[in-house]
């Protein structure tokens, strides 16, 4: 099975537009995998039909028993990130500031702190006419995002009997969710658009890619919205021996199939002609077609 992530160096560049093309063009056995966590967006764009929730436990937290608790305030003068808090007569753990670094356990002279495990989003699976997805959401002010997208995409693998192709929704930047996306990948497709802040995060991510000796294609987006900076990505490409699947014009057609929910590629466009131009070249490329 031929693993794709489609990634991004910047937020806003169409990424889950064309990872939502590339599922409903892709004319291969697949299973989908959302690996953006932190904004979750392929499930808009698919209709799924939810099989399982589960609940995702990041990082333990600390948790204070009242009974014994001497309220002699050690923890809160010990922590760090101002977790530990006076609400109502009694110290209080903020589970929105906790790092779970274990200090506020280490010091208590009572043993009344212990570290739990703590809920910060949950995972679902998923079916679609297109495939199997697998996605989930982190709760707002949640962290571990990296964790969250290894187990997002160990239920896709358990999704993905008969699939010659698992894609994933990766996110955008080179963080933590970035690298869990990209590791044990065959390949990337960088989806960009013709910006000096993309470009700069172009090379940056693609550097960050090249680590985990994964192929890497390349997309403009929006190519036509300036042909200078364009011509300069597509030098960048040259240079670094980058493959450049293809561009894609800027399309109002676009914004009404995302407003609609729905990939793009349902519709007659020139974005659209020019996914199915993409596809070809990529999946060629992957060996998949």
Sequence with gaps: MIRLAVISGKGGTGKTMVAAAL??????????????????????????????TEEFRGL??????????????????????GAI????????????????????????????????????GEIYTSETDLGNLAHARLFPGSGNSGLLVVEVK??????????????????PGIG??????????????????????????????VTVCRRFEVQIFVVINRFDLADDICRDIEEFC????????????FDPV?????????????????ATDALHGIRDRLYSDLGLI
Aim: with cysteine.
């Design 154 to 171: 160990k239920r896709a693998v358990a999704l993905s009997e008969g699939a010659d192709l698992m894609l994933a929704d990766g996110p």
């Design 238 to 249: 040259a240079k670094e021996d980058l493959t450049l699947a293809g561009k894609i014009p």
């Design 85 to 120: 808090v006076h609400r109502d007569d009694a110290w209080v753990v903020d589970t929105l500031h906790c790092e779970g670094c274990g200090v506020c356990a280490y010091v208590c002279p009572m043993g009344a702190i212990e570290m739990v495990p703590h809920v910060c």
């Design 60 to 81: 333990e937290v600390g948790r204070i028993d009242h009974d014994l608790c001497s309220d002699c305030g050690i923890c809160a003068d010990r922590c760090r990130f």
């Design 254 to 270: 676009v914004v009404e199939a995302v407003r609609a929910g729905e990939p793009v590629t349902r519709r007659e466009s020139r």
């Design 23 to 52: 599922a409903d063009i892709g004319g291969v056995p697949q299973v989908l995998a959302d690996c953006d966590v932190d904004a979750a967006n392929l499930a808009l764009l698919l209709d799924p039909r939810r099989l399982t």
């Design 176 to 205: 933590c969710p970035l690298i869990a996306t990209v590791s044990g990948m065959n390949a990337v497709l960088i989806v960009t658009e013709p910006g000096i802040a993309a470009l700069h995060d172009l090379e940056r991510l």
